[in-house]
């Protein structure tokens, strides 16, 4: 070793500059160990320096590179920032079970052989072998035996020859950048096929079909096993195979299933989402197990190609649905892992529940054991977690893990704070909004969630931390997206959704009068303040509740059509609007219980007086326990008339008969000629005296009479309900008179009279109020003067209809005749360059199958959202409804757009896409109009500006309609559609979500533009808003590490939010520090100067 010491030494002056071999000596040994050392330090010192440079170069090469992608490759720019592990595996070794021992397999040819083994028995073979349908279960004979109301020809075009252009646009629908099977073939091949070989593939396809049959090496497949989310281990089971087929044979299945989609939608053979799918071809068949509802429940399963929820009212209903399934899945060789089966329980939490299967020759396993979720614990659904509790916690701590996992693992990192900024607003905010599809929590909790990545944000950017949020929101290089308004505005858009599909309308239906019931409120909960409701803690992440409320707080109000109409309830006078609050949530049991919630339940009939406490009770509208409430008390003092004997009310206060609440019963007359004591009450017409006592017994027609005996009332005052039996008056009849045998079942009545059926109802007391044998009273359950108040309102009153709504709404005022033929329209938009404010119009003319003008029209349009296409669309609207019922017209328009529209969403069944789409209201209206006039509509496309003189016509007409003083705008009339958003009273046409973005943008820059470093001199009506939008928003530089872009832009916000320590802005803030004598003469004598003025 000493002797290549020199040669060492020789090396390091290569590598070291200005180094110079000292002279060395090998003894004495000590002084020599010490040269060693030396030696050594210097070199470690070296090399500590050069990977110290190696990783300050490697940093900056990765970042550089980072900055590249962040421009150039967005992905890969995520990738790297956030982590991102692709988790792959190599199968170079395998774990197996050889004789009862786990042995370690290195051998490729054997781990081929053990991956080739594991993968063929994964499935294992059928367990039950069915020859024939005879040998099914009943029920499944029933399932898989051809529907006799459909006729099998209707299958014939399936098999049928593939023409060119059908497989060309086969080919062309495939998707891109997808694994090709065993040839290796991809979809980007076939789609560039031409000549020779595209008529070859189109051969083959056709040929399976002539056959019945796909060639041999269609049958085989390749076979990629991935990860599964845990560590591979080595073992097999822990992966999952991906299952890779050959291209062209997937091309001619699709093939074969949009003509068999295509036959189904034609014929209207799927009616609902819970009818089977049975088919009788062989090539495709899936089954839904529920044939019948046997628990009158509207969703009784839900079916996912690998996910499947059954939902019962009971035990047994379970154990049905569970049987069901697992003979589908014996029947199909399907293997369903029980131990992931999760139970939810509304009655049993936490408990173990065993299931008796039905005995079935398909059930291996009759019995299956499964545990009960807690109520507290959170289950995942579709990707979604839900609760039985309807606790938030789990989802919350879900969405705050997430943000600060995702800070904690940008802090370190060299990032930009633009960099941040974007993968907040691309990424982050994006899987929040996922994780809380069905649960919207308020502003302030959101802003607590992100909060973590706001304030690296900041600091990223050099920001002190008291930067206000609307800066980070509105201006550039960050553009931050507010996280509340994000999510608001997806869960309006979903409602939105919900509320316009036609297929949702029972569920839609369902959710707001579920909410209106939850919230006890009188009217539709889209209609009313929700503010009340605002603190209540189940409501507090309620999606729909929370929707309906934050969009109110700005300015968006809901106008649901789909609702069925409803009686205006408004003169019933609901008792929240006259209780204070504080009252009217004492009375929360009494709402619930009893459904009390308007005056008109707690008056008379006739609308005019209060019912005492005592008949509210009989009447089972109040609690029968306790004393009188504070509520009942407040509202007495509050509508009675003072010092009124019989609780009459104020004039204001007093009700319409039509809106009270009158019950009413009649005399039973089922047991006529014999004795059947009835209370009762009558009206005589001719003295207007009333007449209370017990019906002896009933005669029929055509006497119609009923014989009654006469009590007194013990007081004069019509609240009491006190009777005595009268000894006889002027209008008794003689005992002689009447029946022996019925007087002696009356011992203690001595005054009776005949009394006309017609003017009789029964007095409302308790059916058995029995008399006594001597003289003394009788009470009755309510008072006389309910009692009187009910007959003379059924005598008297008006006789009341059911409420029916039988009005349609229009838009056009014109009714044409059935003579129209054809119908030209056109609309015009005057932009504000040609004129001098927004303005649109629009025409039509109906012509007769002869070509001779029936009538035209033309108009202005309210100037809401304009644009030229919303001018031709409201001409069509207009249009289609002026034509009488039944129609078949063909519309003719010069406008493109329109007519590629048309096919889109109103020639076609409803997609969701349409709300994304300016106009969104107008094609709803559109398709209403066509729905309800059952009208057939041919939409035509004429040249523009040519030789059509009926064109030009109407062309003409649309353009005088700007200039014609005579006219007046139309309003807003879009009103046919179910679900319509409206934003200070005026419809919102556009997309919702960009809307309500637009919105938060606008409060952002509100908020910026208020503070006192902007606003100290000028009020916001000064403010050029779109200039000073544009401004912040437009000013977009590629920013990197090395432009110094980074912090100039921090410099710019600093200096314009006046955060730069400055010496004006030390002495402003803190003057006891610094002497304005310090500031330059020319500030100092313009606040003096300023303070003068």
């Known amino acids: ?55 300050v170069d490697s940093i900056e090469y990765y970042t550089a590179l980072r900055d590249e992608h962040f ?66 279960p009943p029920r499944w004979q029933r399932a898989y035996t051809p529907l006799s109301d459909i006729d099998s020809s209707l299958y014939n075009s399936v098999m049928s020859p593939i023409l060119e252009d059908e497989w060309k646009n086969t080919l062309n629908s495939m998707p891109n950048n997808k694994a090709s099977g065993p040839s290796k073939i991809s979809y980007e091949m076939l789609k560039h096929l031409t000549g020779d070989a595209f008529n070859l593939s189109l051969t083959l396809a056709n040929a399976c079909l002539i056959h019945g049959d796909i060639p041999a090496d269609w049958h085989e497949a390749l076979v990629y096993p991935i990860p599964k989310p845990h560590e591979f281990d080595a073992q097999l089971k822990n992966t999952r195979p991906i299952t890779l087929l050959e291209t062209v044979r997937k091309c001619v299945v699709k093939v074969v299933t949009t003509r068999l989609s295509k036959i189904l939608a034609d014929n209207q053979m799927l009616q609902g989402a819970s009818d089977p799918f049975i088919l ?94 807690a109520l507290s614990t959170s289950f995942r659904f579709l990707g979604v977690w839900f609760c039985l509790s309807a606790s938030s916690r789990f989802v919350h701590n879900q969405t705050v893990s997430m943000v600060k996992d995702m800070a904690a693992l940008l802090s370190p990192k060299k990032l930009l704070a633009q960099h941040v900024a974007y993968l907040y607003n691309i990424v982050l905010l994006p899987r929040l909004e996922f994780r809380l599809q069905s649960t919207l929590f308020a502003e302030s909790t959101i802003n607590r969630m992100v909060s973590p990545m706001l304030f690296l944000i900041r600091q990223k950017a050099g920001l002190a931390s008291v930067t206000p949020l609307s800066a980070l929101f509105t201006l550039l290089p960050f553009s931050i997206q507010q996280a509340f308004g994000r999510f608001l505005s997806s869960h309006v858009a979903s409602w939105q959704k919900i509320f316009s599909h036609p297929s949702y309308k029972l569920f839609a239906n369902y959710m707001i009068t579920y909410l209106q019931g939850f919230l006890d409120c009188d009217a539709c909960p889209s209609t009313i303040d929700l503010e009340p409701w605002s603190h209540t803690f189940p409501l507090r992440t309620h999606s729909l509740f929370n929707s309906l409320l934050f969009s109110s707080r700005l300015n968006i109000t809901w106008s649901l059509l789909f609702r069925p109409p409803r009686k205006d ?35 008379t009939p006739c609308g005019s007086r209060l019912l005492s406490w005592k008949d509210l009770r009989f009447l089972k509208r109040v609690s029968n326990k306790g004393s009188v409430p504070a509520w009942f008390n407040y509202l007495f003092n509050l509508i009675i008339i003072p010092n009124s004997p019989s609780f009459f009310i104020s004039q204001q206060f007093r009700i319409p008969s039509s809106h009270t609440v009158a019950s009413i019963s009649f005399i039973d007359i089922s047991r006529n000629y014999w004795f059947n004591p009835q209370w009762a009450i009558s009206f005589n017409r001719i003295t207007n005296s009333f007449l209370v006592g017990r019906v002896i017994t009933t005669y029929p027609a055509p006497r119609n009479e009923a014989l009654i005996s006469h009590w007194i009332a013990s007081s004069v005052d019509d609240l009491f309900s006190d009777f005595t039996a009268c000894q006889g008056c002027a209008s008794a009849l003689s005992r002689s008179s009447t029946s022996k045998t019925l007087l002696k079942r009356c011992p203690s009545e001595k005054c009776f009279s005949y009394v006309s059926l017609s003017n009789l109802i029964r007095y409302p007391t308790k059916p058995r109020t029995y008399i006594h044998a001597d003289t003394r009273s009788v009470s009755l359950s309510a008072s006389l003067g309910y009692a009187k108040s009910l007959l003379l309102f059924h005598l008297f009153a008006p006789v009341r209809l059911p409420f029916t709504s039988n009005q349609t709404s229009r838009i056009s005022d014109i009714q044409l005749p059935s003579s129209v033929f054809t119908l030209y329209i056109d609309g015009s938009f005057l932009s504000p360059p040609n004129h001098p404010t927004s303005s649109m119009a629009y025409a039509w003319t109906a012509i007769d199958p002869d070509g001779f003008i029936l009538e035209s029209h033309y108009n202005n349009i309210s100037s809401i959202f304009p644009s030229a296409l919303r001018s031709e669309a409201f001409a069509l609207l207009h249009g289609l409804d002026s034509l009488p019922r039944d129609s078949k017209i063909t519309v003719a328009t010069d406008c493109a757009q329109l007519l590629s529209l048309w096919s889109l969403y109103g020639d076609a069944p409803f997609i969701p896409r349409m709300l994304k789409e300016s106009n969104h209201l107008l ?43 005579h006219l007046s705008s139309y309003p807003s009339l879009e009103l046919l559609a179910p679900c319509i958003l409206q934003f200070n009273s005026l419809p919102v046409d556009m997309n919702i979500w960009k809307f309500i973005r637009d919105i938060f943008d606008a409060k952002s820059l509100l908020t910026l533009a208020v503070l006192p470093r902007f606003n100290s001199s000028s009020s916001t009506s000064d403010i050029d808003w779109a200039c000073t939008k544009f401004c912040l928003t437009n000013n977009k530089r590629f920013v990197s590490h090395r432009n110094g872009r980074t912090e100039f832009c921090g410099f710019r916000i600093k200096l314009l939010l006046d955060m730069l320590p400055t ?16 500031l330059c003469p020319q500030y100092t004598f313009i606040g003096s100067s300023s303070q003068l003025s």
Request: net charge neutral.
């Open 1 to 55: 070793m000493i002797n290549s010491l020199s040669t060492q030494l020789s090396l390091l002056r290569s590598l070291l500059k200005n180094y110079t071999i000292p002279d060395y000596s090998t003894t004495p040994l000590p002084a020599f160990i010490k040269f060693l050392r030396s030696q050594k330090t210097l070199v470690s010192a070296y090399l500590s320096t050069q990977f110290q440079q190696h990783r």
């Open 71 to 136: 421009s150039t490759s967005p992905d890969s720019f995520i990738s790297s920032a956030l982590s991102v592990e692709h988790r792959s595996i190599v199968l170079d070794r395998v774990l197996v079970v050889i004789d009862s021992k786990p042995t370690l397999l290195t051998d490729p040819s054997d781990i081929k052989q053990a991956a080739i083994n594991h993968f063929q028995s994964v499935v294992t073979p059928p367990l039950v072998q069915c020859s024939s349908m005879d040998s099914f």
């Open 280 to 373: 009788k071809s062989s090539v495709l068949l899936d089954y839904s197990p529920i044939e019948y509802e046997q628990h009158n429940l509207p969703v009784s399963h839900i079916t996912f190609m690998d996910d499947s929820t059954l939902i019962a009212s009971s035990k047994r209903g379970i154990e049905d649905r569970l049987s069901i399934t697992a003979e589908f899945y014996t029947l199909n060789n399907i293997q369903a892992n029980s131990a992931k089966y999760i139970l939810l329980s509304s009655e049993q939490f936490s408990q173990t529940i065993e299931f008796d299967l039905s005995p079935s020759f398909l059930i291996s396993n009759p019995t299956l054991t499964l545990k009960a979720l």
């Open 569 to 603: 309830l408004r003169p019933a006078i609901p008792l929240r609007s006259i209780l204070p609050k504080d009252l009217f949530t004492s009375m929360k049991n009494v709402r619930k219980n009893f459904s009390t919630r308007f005056l008109a339940q707690l008056i």
């Open 923 to 965: 094609w709803s209206s559109i398709r209403t109009i066509v729905l309800q006039k059952n009208l057939d509509v041919t939409l035509i496309k004429v040249p523009a500006h040519a030789d059509d003189p009926l064109n030009n016509h109407v062309d003409a007409l649309a353009k005088a309609a700007h200039t014609d003083s």
């Open 1063 to 1078: 010496l004006t802005t030390l002495q402003r803030r803190m003057p006891h520090l610094y002497d304005s004598s310090w």
